[in-house]
């Protein structure tokens, strides 16, 4: 099995039909094969070879698509860069994945410099944008434009299909391997849950990001199905409900964050949204409140909250729309879909008895190869054949999922993650900082915030912007403290350790800690 | 992914539900995962390892159930006899399997002595009947009873799971190896495309033989989305008829020859099947007045055709309920499911024309891992990374399949694949034989029936019944000549090669060949 099927099905079935709708520009099956094929051919021309990792760092687009198409199509692997990620991280995960060529659209072209410096192995820049080429860059449609078809690679099953950067509990990002296989089965096996979100000849709204994995599974759902990939470059809640109106949509993934800002917009300008029959979201909380409000909106639509994670390719669990009608169940994060196994274990790994808090882990299909060059994180991520997902939770008499805590510290932040002792090691390097502990906090917004719990050094001073400033030099805006608090003493256990339960307790005491 | 996830995922959401109907014995998921497990604790007791061949000998029943769980869970490799062939073609294919262990049942229990004497192999049998266990052999119940739980061996992904005995070209059978992900993915994929055939928590009528692919995918289809197993020993018209009605039955897997005679009893004696959402059919043509006979027998129901092949796990192409809608369609075998790529190529497997008359060829997940100890036939089969499927058929400009001869010379009757080569083999060792050639031809009961020309040896005689009764000591009674034709010389090519397609001329003239 491999993602380019999808490709060869539909330009056989529907060649006619539309692949990508972006803008005004529409492309169909024939012609995105017929590109895919015509661009792995360039990439081949460019040295690109069997297993070679292609990176990308870009807004989403209907070449975001090629691109995902055209590496597999080419025999190399996706390597997606996370677009909030500033150049120093960005540079780390280039150089990490060994990628040398690298696409980038006008969005991005202006930090070509830095990571030009910062990544010498990278030789090969392709513009993927609408602007001018930038200086140095080889031109997407150029080699769309120059290149007869190659051939299928077909690289599949077990083979490498992408590597996927997450925030690394240890301060450093990790390379999520997964193979063809990995995405497919995720994908298949979410289709056949009962309530699976994509419907016949559907058209997906392409909107959170294309870099991260819960965006790329909604792509390889609805390719593998059929349809159309209907593709805004970014959210904002205007694009979104003109493109669902526009476009016939019938399918939308949102996390929590996005959800609230559409609905906030369209309750200041009302759009006909009945056309969609599916609102897929995860990635952090949801309240009981927002989701009577989306529903108002959506008035055609089942609602899933999929409990997703890279290392699963995403999908471990799903909270269909029959489930939803449950009042006792909003709190879940619903029922293992056919392609994932789900158990709740201890500390030695043994199953615990139902109603017991423990370690969510999963085996399955979807599970990951494992980190990129970390067989030791990997080891230990996997043992016993099980995925470790970090996350504390429980399961009732009938299989259903709730989530209770994070046993990794993990912050999730309008659906990005954000690992504790990555913020902290960067505080930690500021000159005042005498202690300091992130945690996540409470937050109408974001769902939860990053918050600072810092010890100034002896006789120093530091304001919370200026510590800010500090972490907004070294690591992606959304990972820097929104709030800090200034203390005498951080809680420690009689072992030394912070205990982070309880600087979180008096935050978290009146709100629902929900599903990330 | 591993076929035992199904009872894993059920076990845990479903418990108290049943997962086996079997007359009145019922068993729920809880149930059914413990006597699995002991069962296969069972079979390491007997001294059954990783990748051990345990084949089995049984008309359907609950138990059958559990040996298609048991022995993957013990780590070893499904091996289902065709309960239609003679003990000398079983002692064939347990010898070629190498299995030591045989499951069998009351019905076939009489064959053992035979089998015992053909195979010194066999050194285990488990009786899985209701009757008294025979002389010699182990019960079923009893090592469910007297065994603990054994942990799952997870065998899983590319694993062998299962080798499936189908005719074969050169007159003796092959055994058609298939992964854990071979039967996942064609079901998950069958599932996931438009009009996937089982329903959520439905309940699957299981009338068609179990050692049957078609069976086994259905179980497994059903098994991944949850549900009920329904089980009957063996298609008769009342059993399904009362199947249907007293156990809310929500789909059945008939062929065309089952089809035709519910539909002839129901006719006699209506029954209630309203609550039938998915009738599937495939094996052999369907008409289109049974299709509308049929029709009006399941009132709530969508007939899908699948086209389907062991070595494909099995199913390539799908007509679906909508499809069915199209008068255009109806000869059509549907189109590529989301789990299967497929084209149709010319002598040297370059794609030819739509509409255009080539090999219908097959590649994906789906595709086995081969033929058991036969690396050429395997590399003949899968050259070039496509399953070569030996019929002859066109695509049009949508993907609709027309399947319209086949290339192998090979017969569909009853739902039953016969190899013209086996059943000439065997003629052709007739004194009275000169020469002899097996077509099929059209059979209004069977869809199509063997047919044998002779030609008698200079001063012998023979009467169609003495043939028929010579072979009939040495195949399965469904591979025998139904009628027989003397001629004086078989029409012959240039290069002496037998002209079928002349002899089969005067009897298709007339007749819709449809889709095996």
Redesign the interface.
Known sequence: ??IT?AL??SA????DAPATIFGDRVRTWAQSADRVARLAAGLHGLGVAEGDRVAILALNSDRYHEFLMAVPWAGAVVTPMNIRWNPTEIAYALTDSGASVLFVDDAFAATLPALRAACPALTTVIHCGDGPTPDGALSHEDLVATHDPAPDA?R???DLAGIFYTGGTTGHPKGVMLSH?NL??S???T??????FVV??GRFLHAAPMFHLAAIAAWVARG???GTHVIVPMFTPPAVAEAIERHAVTEVLLVPTMLQMLVAHLEDEPADLGGVRHVVYGASPISEALLARAEKHFPSAGFTQAYEMTELAPVATVLTPDDHADPTLRRSAG??V??A??RIVDADDVEVPRGTVGEVVV???SVMLGYWNRPEETAAALRG?WMHTGDAGR?D???YVFIVDRLKDMIVTGGENVYSAEVENVLAAHPAVAACAVIGVPDDEWGERVHAVVVLAPGATATPDELRDHCAARIAGYKCPRSVDFTDALPVSPAGKVLKRDLRAPYWASADRGVH
């Open positions: 099995m491999y099927q060869h099905r056989r079935q529907t060649p077909y599949n099953g077990d296989a497919l089965v994908a298949m096996g289709g056949a849950t009962a309530g699976g016949p000849d593998i199905v059929g029922r293992a056919t392609s196994e789900v085996r399955g299909g054949g399961m008499e009938r299989g």
